[in-house]
């Protein structure tokens, strides 16, 4: 398999889980931008494989993870030592949630912005042609970090020159960098990822150099699933703990002559309605 990538590329695979580098069995693929988004994004897929016999768990992370802000015990590390710290991070992430493989692509983030985007696409290619999942997690189309929107665009346009694979059911867009709560609840997908929460918060603590080097994204992710499990529904009881959102990109590969842009303006032009729908209403209501 890796003879097929660029030559930076590395595939681990967890002692913990006798796999056999049988790529096949994966069920649910996470593809993030840098070490620790898949533990943001793909949550539910890693949960679904975690303690599930038949359902197997596949990491694809496409950056080196070079040049992220650090501080304290971090503030020194140079960028070749941070990536080496990030990617044996994200190697004991996936020792902990019993991932199947990890993939690192290890393109410099540049390289997913521009027209080297060619090589990204062409392992991602060769990856998802590998492993021949049911559900993929990525990143949401409206995110505000360039390189996660870069990274979604990337997998979908491989999708759309692979074909769409035989087992594959759905293409997830999640979130990070921008919460999809803002989506009216017809757009959105809303995942229980009630179970696991120590297995959640372990997965999240793995990534020191992000968390003591100056972001707590093991507090926010958590806080964030609370609220969002809370905040669903303004007249029904919880019906779970812990939720995240996700934005549906399948139509984008079924039906590829789907404009981008447009598909993303429609979300956009549904808030909007449904605000000014509900601002007309009362109004009118109160005269």
């Not at 997965?203 to 992710?221: C, H, N, P, W």
């Amino acid at each position: 398999m890796l003879s097929k990538l660029n030559p930076a590329a590395e595939l681990y695979l967890p002692s913990n889980r006798s796999n056999n580098g049988n790529l096949e069995l994966t069920t649910h693929l996470g593809i993030g931008a840098h070490q620790d988004d898949l533990e943001i994004i793909a949550i539910q897929g890693i949960l679904a494989a975690y303690d599930h016999p038949g359902k197997y768990f596949t990491g694809v992370i496409v950056t080196d993870g070079r040049g992220a802000p650090r501080s304290g015990p971090f503030a020194d590390v140079s960028d070749d030592s941070l990536w080496e710290i990030r990617c044996e991070e994200q190697r004991k992430a996936a020792r902990l949630g019993n991932y199947h493989a990890q993939f690192f692509l290890n393109h410099p983030s540049q390289a997913a912005k521009s027209s080297e985007q060619k090589i990204v696409i062409s392992d991602l290619k060769h990856i998802i042609q590998s492993t021949s999942p049911e559900i993929i997690y990525t990143h949401n189309l409206v995110d505000k970090h360039d390189t996660h929107v870069a990274v979604a665009l990337c997998v979908i346009q491989a999708l759309r020159e692979t074909g769409l694979p035989p087992n594959l059911k759905k293409v997830y867009g999640c979130e990070v960098w921008r919460s999809l709560d803002w989506l009216i609840d017809d757009d959105k997908v809303p995942m229980d990822v009630s179970n696991h929460l120590d297995l959640q918060g372990a997965l999240l603590t793995v990534f020191e150099s992000q968390i003591i080097g100056g972001k707590r994204y093991d507090m926010a992710s958590i806080g964030r699933r609370q609220a969002n499990a809370t905040f669903y529904q303004s007249h029904e009881n919880d019906q779970s703990t812990h939720m995240v959102y996700a934005m549906d990109l399948t139509p984008l590969i079924d039906h590829p002559e789907i404009g981008i842009e447009h598909f993303v303006s429609r979300y956009i032009d549904n808030l909007a309605d449904d605000v000014r729908g509900r601002l007309n209403r009362l109004r009118r209501d109160s005269v």
